[in-house]
Structure formats: C-alpha cells, structure tokens
C-alpha cells in the first residue's frame, strides 16, 4: 500500500514525489486530460457540494488543492504537468456558452491548458458548439450526472455531428459513480455510438462502476478511449473496485487510456493518483503511453 497520498499538498516533497515517478520513466512531464478549472462562482458552488459530502455521495471528500487559480496552476507546473484540461459543464440551460467564453479566455492565458468547451440539450447548442470550434476548441467536457440530460437528447444530434466531423475528444462523465443519474450508465452511450460509430469519446473515471461494459465499447469502437481519473486510488477502491479479472484488458487497451487526475476536487495527494496506476503492475511502457504519449498523440503535444 502506498503512502504517499498523505503527503501535504503544495509540498516540495510532494511535488518531487510527483516527478520522480514521470522522470524514472524517462519521461518528458505529465498530461493531464481531467483538470478543472472553472469561474469562480461555479468552481466555488462545485467545492460547496464536496464539503457537504452531496446528499448521494454518503461521505467525507475534502477537496485536497483548495486555493486560488493562479496557485492551483502553479502547483501543477510544479508537479511537472505539461498539458492538462479546464474541465467546465453546466448544470442547467443558457450556461455553457457563458463557460465557453471564459474556456476560451482561459486557454488563452495559459498555454499549457487545451482549449476546452462543453454544450447542453439546449435550442442553440449547434450553433455555439460550431462557434467553440471555430475559435479553437481541442477537448470538450459533458457530464450526465450533474447535468441530469440524456446524451441521446435530440437536441445534441447537430452537436454530436459536428464534434465526430471534427474529431474533438469529448471527457464524457456516463458512468453511475460516484453518485448515479437518471441518464448515466453504458446503454445511452452504447446508443449513441451505434448513431456515430467514430465519435472521439473519453469515458471518464474508466466508467466506473460500470467499468467492464465501458471496456467493452473501448474495445468495439475505434475512437473511444478511457481516462483513470481517481480509478485504482484507496478513495474509489473502498466503494466502486475495479474487477481484478478484467485487469488484463485494461493492459491490452493501454493505447487508448489517458490519465485524468481531476485535480483539484480530489480528496488526497496527487502523487497518489500516479502511485495508483503504478502499483497494477501493467509496465512502463503501458505507463508511459497512460501518463503521456497517448495524450500527446491526441491533441499534438510535442
């Protein structure tokens, strides 16, 4: 068992744990697909749901990086993070395009972050998911849980169309951890590949807890992929453990896996989230490709 997710964060020490385990790689730094970084009155009201626990997460979840922006994105420099995502979604109509300004201003500003946007099931959402690649957009965020919408909702038929036609990876949150929605599980998106079999997907936290059927969509469809966002950490394996027996297709999907950290919202040390991924013993090069190559491959990172 690894300790070192009790490091304190913002550490020195942490952050030469972190980069000792990309360096003994031989790797140039991190990617990191699953960030957030939002306006601050939505990034504060997300902070406020984990310090209640939320009325379905049934438990304890400090947020481990708590701090300011400009902090937070120094603390992933620090950790030798050379890309990583500024993962915004609404949570009800007449918001995304609102995020997507500020996603766009965001990118701007910091080179290191991939232009990131999101939609809703909303009259519109064609038109400012056409106007998000247009400016540049490289990943898009859709979360069905928070969200409460189905990603077969008819009003995402143009914007589905439009980002498999650009071929813009989307970090779709479907799975039913931590907390289940109306809309989440694999049989949406099960549907909604069968409409765009070459939809660019990133099932996020390796669709748990539905892992093994998210697996089975990686493995059927050419473009989708998983990213291990807090999967194998203490945290998600006390109440959603990943299948043993299915570890060995984790180790044949090793191309189309990314690593997700979702820094900051996270209830331990970041280092904890790579030691993760190291102790199941897959291999460096199934490392090195899940903490870098892969992603660097994806958006063009040199």
């Given at each position: ?11 020195t020490?942490?952050a030469?744990a972190?980069?000792t ?6 790797l ?6 699953h960030?957030?970084?939002m ?7 997300v902070w ?7 009325p ?20 992933l ?8 995502s ?5 949570h ?10 500020w996603?766009?201003?965001f990118a ?5 972050c ?6 809703y ?9 056409a ?13 069905i ?68 059927a998210?697996?089975?969509?990686a493995e059927?469809y ?7 966002t807090?999967s194998?950490?203490?945290f ?36 904890h ?18 903490f870098?190559?892969?992603?660097a ?6």
């Open positions: 068992m690894c300790n070192d997710h009790h490091l304190p964060p913002f550490s020490d942490e030469e972190v980069r385990i990309w360096q003994d790689l031989g140039p730094g991190l990617i990191d697909v960030t957030h970084f306006p601050k009155p939505v990034m504060d009201k406020a749901y984990f310090d209640s626990a939320g379905l997460l049934g438990r304890e979840w400090p947020i481990a990086y708590r701090a300011d922006e400009e902090q937070r994105v120094d603390v420099r620090s950790f030798g993070v050379r890309g990583y500024s993962m915004i979604y609404p009800k109509p007449q918001m995304a395009q609102w995020l997507n300004s996603g766009t201003e701007a500003g910091h080179p290191d991939l232009h990131t946007a999101t939609f099931p909303e009259e519109g959402a064609d038109d400012y998911v106007a998000a690649i247009s400016a540049g957009a490289q990943i898009f965020k859709s979360h849980q928070v969200g409460a919408y189905s990603p077969i909702d008819p009003l995402l038929d143009g914007v589905w169309g439009r980002i498999d036609d650009a071929q813009i990876p989307v970090i779709i949150h479907c799975g039913s951890g931590p907390a289940p929605g109306e809309f989440t599980g694999p049989d949406p998106i099960t549907i909604l590949l069968q409409r765009f079999p070459t939809l660019p997907l990133v099932v996020a936290h390796m669709g748990a807890p539905e892992y093994e998210f697996l089975d969509l059927r050419p473009n989708v992929r998983l990213d291990t807090m194998f950490t203490d998600f394996e006390t109440d959603a453990p990943f299948p043993k027996d299915a570890m060995g297709r984790v180790r044949d999907l090793g191309g189309k896996i990314l690593f997700g950290s979702d820094f900051p919202n996270i209830p331990y040390g970041y280092a989230a790579l030691q993760a991924c190291v102790r199941l013993d897959l291999g460096d090069d199934w490392l090195r490709r899940v870098h190559d892969n992603a491959a994806l958006f063009g990172i040199s």
